[in-house]
């Protein structure tokens, strides 16, 4: 019965579930980075045995781009699937989708994150669809091609890098922190001088991840073209399969990357983490996604509506979690950039992602559309909000679509 009422209004539940939980992930990791230069690495060289452990665990067990990034190519299909359906031209729509989700990462860059991801994305959302045509094989094909390409030169790299560099010590870097320091707790000029500073290194990093992108985007086509989360979604026996044969997997190489990047091996291993955590993340994403939805299979359904809530406005979540973080931690707000250690960092996500997830119940049972939902859908219909002759349900009314829903042109 949900998934056929689902299907009725053009969305997949499931996966506006997963996006939701998706966005707890992102909020931990965009928390430390946004909290000082070594929160995500456990705190500076006499931080505590609590912090660096908070850290360590942190790095081993999340895998948060690549479940957005399926997710994102699997509301692909959808979109595309709905615009022919209604006869609609999906190129230029997906043109000034893929404008508008640049200069919303533009601006989020500037002003709240340099690590801002939505810039990317609208980049290689042009390369999906050019893409589109692919059959569901030959996109798995391509995309465990990638990965496993990306992983090869990583891998490579990294060792070179064991074998003819020296770890980099504190001192060696000491200057450039305290100059981040200094920036981060000036005023807002001085803050959006540092992100300016920082954005050829945080778009550097994402090009040099782009191939892992793109490879998720495959893999959620291929999902979406085969239904797997509509036909699979609430198949217990087939979800405790795949928790049970990659979760080990998914840790396993979680643990390897986190003594990479967070000890006891020095900085020089860093890559060498990373580039095995390219071919174990995707277990561990699977069993996370597949454990979620076993999870909520068992519980009132009002546990799945609340993180589909937030998963039908994660552009405004993704955005409002970076604004939270910049009046925290920047001289926007309370300057608390490098005074807080990374264990307190983390409760507080807990806390800010309790009231996200109380917000999108509230927000999504009063309006069709979240603020950046709203903005980026009416650059993608290329006409004002208040142009549509669709009307708004009432206040109370349930949840409406969201901006990954199949846009339709009246």
């Known amino acids: 019965m949900r998934e056929r009422e689902a299907v ?16 707890f992930g992102i909020l931990l990791v965009n928390a430390q980075l946004t909290a000082g ?51 609609s031209p999906s190129a230029p729509h997906h043109l000034r989708r893929a404008a508008g989700l640049f200069g919303l990462g533009l601006v989020h860059a500037v002003l709240l994150y340099a690590g801002d991801i939505l810039m990317t994305y609208a980049v290689l959302g042009l390369i999906l669809y050019g893409l589109r045509g692919l059959s569901p094989r030959a996109a798995l094909r391509v995309a465990v091609c990638l990965v496993v390409g990306l ?10 890098t064991v074998v003819f560099t020296e770890p980099v010590t ?44 793109l490879a998720a985007f495959l893999a959620g086509l291929a999902a979406a073209k085969v239904g797997l989360v509509q036909r ?34 020095d900085s020089r ?44 406005m994660a552009l405004t979540q ?20 490098d005074r807080v250690g990374t264990a307190v960092v983390l409760a507080g996500c807990l806390v800010l992602y309790g009231a996200q997830l109380a917000l999108g119940v509230w927000l999504m049972g009063r309006v069709r559309y979240a603020p950046a939902e709203l903005v980026l859908r009416t650059v993608t219909l290329g006409r004002r909000p208040g142009s549509s002759p669709r009307r708004s349900p009432s206040p109370g009314s349930g949840p409406g679509p969201a901006a990954d829903e199949p846009l339709r042109v009246p």
């Open 232 to 265: 699979r979604g609430r198949d217990r026996r087939w979800l405790r399969r795949i928790v049970v044969r990659w979760l080990p997997v998914g840790l396993a190489g979680g643990v390897v990357t986190a003594c990479c990047a967070n000890g006891p091996l």
């Open 269 to 312: 291993w860093f890559l060498v983490g990373h580039a095995l955590s390219l071919l174990t993340a995707p277990a561990l994403t699977a069993s996370y996604a597949c454990g979620l939805l076993l999870l909520l299979s068992a519980v009132p359904p009002a546990a799945a509506r609340v993180l589909a809530a937030s998963g039908r």
């Open 151 to 160: 992983a090869v030169l990583l891998l490579g790299y990294g060792l070179l």
């Open 318 to 337: 993704y955005l409002s979690q970076s604004l939270v973080l910049a009046l925290v931690f920047t001289g926007y707000g309370l300057g608390l950039y």
């Open 37 to 87: 230069p070594y929160t995500a690495f456990g705190g500076g060289p006499h931080a505590s045995g609590v912090d660096r452990a908070a850290a360590w665990t942190v790095t081993a067990t999340t895998t948060v781009y690549q479940l957005f990034s399926f997710l994102f190519g699997y509301s692909f299909v959808l979109q595309e699937r709905a615009a022919r359906e209604s006869g």
């Open 170 to 213: 504190p001192a060696q870097y000491a200057p450039e922190v305290a100059r981040s320091v200094a920036a981060y707790r000036g005023g807002f000029l001085s803050v959006v001088g540092a992100h300016l500073r920082e954005l050829p290194t945080t778009m550097g990093a994402n090009l040099m991840y782009t191939p892992d992108m």
């Open 8 to 23: 009725r209004a053009g969305r997949v539940q499931d996966v506006d579930v997963l996006r939701g939980f998706a966005l």
